[in-house]
């Protein structure tokens, strides 16, 4: 998983939280409250969803656009069982979370495939 992760409120201007996936060349933010806990992603796809509805509003928060119905994670979850679930579901972002200490990271796309490179099948006995 890629911990930390970059977080913003709800109340957030829609276009910040743009700003911040374009510098930190992420493809999602992760919606948390005061205390960290999970209120929803924002992911590209949104984005892209966005601009094809052409629904764009100018003084939009990370509220209007987020997805607030987030599949979710724990850290001690089998890597092949997260890799099932984003093929399953289409996804390319779970967040993780912990009960106490509220979201501690997130697996994407990129992080299966860093681990698959790394990976190495055993041989034949």
Known sequence: MSSPVETVSTDTPVHVAAETMID???GSVIVTDDEDQLEGI?????????????????DATVETY???D??????NEPVRDIADLMLEKGFHH???VDESEGVVGIVTTTDITAYMSHVQTPSPS
């Not at 987030?70 to 850290?75: E, F, G, L």
């Open 24 to 26: 930190d060349g992420i």
């Open 42 to 58: 924002l992911t590209a796809t949104d984005f892209v969803r966005v601009a094809a509805e052409q629904r764009w509003a100018p």
């Open 66 to 68: 987020m997805t607030d």
């Open 70 to 75: 987030v599949v979710t994670t724990t850290a």
């Open 94 to 96: 779970v967040p993780v």
